[in-house]
T-cell receptor, first 115, second 116 residues
Framework: EDQVTQSPEALRLQEGESSSLNCSYTVSGLRGLFWYRQDPGKGPEFLFTLYSAGEEKEKERLKATLTKKESFLHITAPKPEDSATYLCAVQDGSQFGTSYGKLTFGQGTILTVHP | ETGVTQTPRHLVMGMTNKKSLKCEQHLGHNAMYWYKQSAKKPLELMFVYSLEERVENNSVPSRFSPECPNSSHLFLHLHTLQPEDSALYLC???????????????FGPGTRLTVL
C-alpha cells in the first residue's frame, strides 16, 4: 500500500528565514509526485509535479526536489503570504488500470510565516 | 467561470435531509473526482469518473451517490448522512490519457458540509 508522510506537521518561520518541508513516500512504482498549496477553507492549488529522481522545479520562492524516497519543498526568504498548508501526493504507476488517477496524499505541513 | 467550480460553498443539513453537491470544470478535462477532507486527515478519494464512466468507488457508504451526466459536470447526492460525514468535499478534474493514469488534478474550492 502506498504511503506518504510529511514532516514537520507544523512549521513557524520568521519572514526571510529559509527552510524545507519533507515528503517521504513508499510506492511500488512512482508515476508522479505532486505538491499542492492549500489555504484555509479553499481547495488545493497545484504547485509542481516531479516525475523522476534528481528532478527539480522552481516557482518564485519555492523549489521542489525529488529523490527515490523523498521530496523536499525548499522555501527561500518566505513572506507572510506563503503561509498555508502544503500537501504532497504520489501517483503509483505500477497499479496500471486498477487505481485510475488515484493520488495518495500526506497529511500536510502547516506553514506559518510571521512578519 | 474558469477552473473548477463547486456549489454550494457551505451546506448545513440534518440527518434526514437529501441534498446534492455540484461541480463543474471549465478546463476541457475528461476525468473528474470527489474527495473528502476531514480535519487532521489526508484527503480521501471517494469516486473517480473517466469519460463519464465510474472507474473507481473507494468503499464509500451508499448514502453518498455520485452522478456524472457529462464530462464537465459532477454531482454528489447525499441522503441520511451521519455527523461524522461533516467535512470539506472537494471536486477535482484532470485529463485521462487512456492509460489508467492521469495528468495533474486541479481542485475546486470545496463544499464545507456540516451534518447536524
Amino acid at each position: 500500500e502506498d504511503q506518504v508522510t510529511q514532516s514537520p506537521e507544523a512549521l513557524r518561520l520568521q519572514e526571510g528565514e529559509s527552510s524545507s518541508l519533507n515528503c517521504s513516500y513508499t510506492v511500488s512504482g512512482l508515476r508522479g509526485l505532486f505538491w499542492y498549496r492549500q489555504d484555509p477553507g479553499k481547495g488545493p492549488e497545484f504547485l509542481f509535479t516531479l516525475y523522476s529522481a534528481g528532478e527539480e522545479k522552481e516557482k518564485e520562492r519555492l523549489k521542489a526536489t525529488l529523490t527515490k524516497k523523498e521530496s523536499f519543498l525548499h522555501i527561500t526568504a518566505p513572506k507572510p503570504e506563503d503561509s498555508a498548508t502544503y500537501l504532497c501526493a504520489v501517483q503509483d504507476g505500477s497499479q496500471f488500470g486498477t487505481s485510475y488517477g488515484k493520488l495518495t496524499f500526506g497529511q500536510g505541513t502547516i506553514l506559518t510565516v510571521h512578519p | 467561470e474558469t477552473g473548477v467550480t463547486q456549489t454550494p460553498r457551505h451546506l448545513v443539513m440534518g440527518m434526514t435531509n437529501k441534498k446534492s453537491l455540484k461541480c463543474e470544470q471549465h478546463l476541457g478535462h475528461n476525468a473528474m473526482y470527489w474527495y473528502k477532507q476531514s480535519a487532521k486527515k489526508p484527503l480521501e478519494l471517494m469516486f473517480v469518473y473517466s469519460l463519464e464512466e465510474r472507474v473507481e468507488n473507494n468503499s464509500v457508504p451508499s448514502r453518498f451517490s455520485p452522478e456524472c451526466p457529462n464530462s464537465s459536470h459532477l454531482f454528489l447526492h447525499l441522503h441520511t448522512l451521519q455527523p461524522e460525514d461533516s467535512a470539506l468535499y472537494l471536486c477535482a478534474s484532470s485529463q485521462d490519457r487512456g492509460t489508467g493514469l492521469t495528468d495533474t488534478q486541479y481542485f475546486g474550492p470545496g463544499t464545507r458540509l456540516t451534518v447536524l
